[in-house]
């Protein structure tokens, strides 16, 4: 018969010291936790629950989802039974988050950063009611990408979009439709190609018709030619290349230099009713970041992203821009490319509250939001940068990689626009073409 191993031997503990505890054992109880996995989980200070449902788009910024579960470090930090589900779309995420675990859905998810703000106003959920979500942490910055039809191929398209302005005037002039695709009204990619179009002088909601499609189906969609241009992550960028069916005009990187993408978020019930749960959740995710993000690990972290119950693609689809070379398909090859997708780096998991303003911002310029929104409000409702802070202080994260100020100060755009978190109404005004006004 196997002996079992005495459980306070395992945690550095002899039996005889428990005996001799007496009116020692809170510091024998402190001594078991610093070696405990993360030195937080002793007996009684664990998260209230082992589990959460949380949801995810087939994209690489999910990375850290993926690897936090692989790797077990959502049980490191005592969440063992963590169901990480693949969603259909950002709809489908959306009506997962109202519903909760309790109704069949989830308790947070890999999200678009502007959505947990749009759900918890009631903007894009039934009937406008609410529900409340938090953001914990930001998954990453850079590395979306969009991308234009092989039919286009001639105009080798950047940053500059006047080309494309006159060329879908004339395809426009010839009664065909032109279309943009985005992945969810007022998410991010939908923000992006909508600033590129517009700093070109194309209106995107005159010009062009933008419509919605999910990750996973814009290379099947673009191949068929339901639209002329499309905005998502990767590896959908990479694959249009690698099958010779469009290629890419920029990163959004390009666009804006290290900016903010995805988040991880939660429903705020949740994390209210367990916040011991929520700070291992986020926890695990920043650790999981953290090995993301370390160039010796880029191969095994493309092929984990590669498998089927994660993005379910080929290892080469992803492979390539997750360690820094992106290939454009025009015959444009950029190796250790700036605008790598950063998981830790550059501060790119806090979740600074000027970038959410941001968001927020170009939504109340695309009419998300009516004018003179009290952005600062909702973001103070949303934002919990202070788990984030916990967390890094119970990790022991170095003082150089936790910022001192909740915002990142003024941004500067390519066509020389800048956002000051201070004044975001300058901002609005700056911009030439918008629904409303600041």
Same mark, same amino acid.
């Given at each position: ?99 909760? /675990?309790? +109704? ?70 010839? +009664? ?56 998502? +992550? ?96 025009? +015959? ?21 509250? /000027? ?84």
């Amino acid at each position: 018969m196997t002996k079992t191993a005495n459980p306070a031997r395992r945690n550095g503990l002899s039996r005889r010291q428990l005996l001799r505890a007496g009116a020692g054992t809170a510091a024998l109880l402190a001594a078991a936790k610093l070696n405990l996995p993360g030195g937080a989980f002793a007996q009684g200070a664990g998260p209230e629950v082992t589990s959460a449902k949380l949801g995810f788009i087939a994209l690489s910024d999910a990375g850290p989802l993926f690897v936090a579960k692989d790797k077990g470090m959502f049980a490191k930090y005592g969440m063992p039974d963590v169901d990480v589900q693949k969603q259909a779309s950002w709809g489908t995420t959306r009506d997962n988050l109202v519903l909760g /675990s309790e +109704g069949n859905g989830i308790d947070g998810a890999h999200i678009l950063t502007p959505m947990p703000y749009l759900i918890s106003s009631g903007k894009v959920t039934q009937n406008n009611q609410p529900t409340p979500m938090y953001i914990l942490a930001r998954l990453n910055l850079d590395a979306q990408c969009i991308s234009v039809a092989k039919e286009y191929a001639d105009l080798k398209l950047g940053l500059d979009t006047a080309p494309f302005k006159a060329a879908l005037e004339k395809k426009k002039a010839s +009664g065909k439709a032109v279309k943009a695709a985005m992945t969810f009204p007022g998410g991010t990619h939908d923000l992006w190609i909508r600033y590129w179009l517009a700093a070109g002088g194309i209106d995107p909601d005159k010009d062009i018709e933008t419509i919605v499609v999910p990750p996973p189906q814009m290379v099947a969609n673009m191949k068929v030619g339901t639209m002329d241009c499309f905005c998502v +992550g990767e590896p959908w960028n990479a694959q249009l290349v690698n099958q010779g069916i469009g290629y890419t005009a920029v990163t959004t990187g390009e666009i804006w230099n290290k900016h903010p993408e995805k988040s991880f978020a939660m429903r705020s019930a949740f994390v209210d009713k367990y916040p011991k749960a929520a700070k291992a959740l986020t926890m695990a995710v920043m650790e999981a970041q953290q090995w993301c993000d370390k160039m010796e690990n880029k191969q095994e972290l493309a092929t984990i992203m590669a498998k089927r119950q994660w993005i379910n693609c080929p290892v080469e689809d992803v492979a390539g821009r997750s360690a820094g070379k992106f290939d454009y398909g025009t +015959g444009k090859v950029v190796e250790n490319s700036p605008h790598i997708m950063k998981y830790w780096s550059d501060f790119a998991s806090y979740p600074f509250q /000027s970038h959410d303003l941001w968001f927020i911002t170009e939504d109340i310029r695309w009419g998300k939001y009516e004018a003179g929104f009290d952005a600062k409000a909702l973001i103070a409702k949303v934002n919990r940068e202070d788990i984030w802070r916990e967390a890094a202080k119970d990790m022991n994260v170095a003082a150089a990689e936790i910022p001192t100020s909740k915002s990142r100060g003024k941004e500067t755009f390519f066509d020389g626009k800048v956002f000051d978190p201070e004044d975001p109404a300058a901002y609005l005004k700056s911009l030439s073409i918008k629904r409303v006004d600041a």
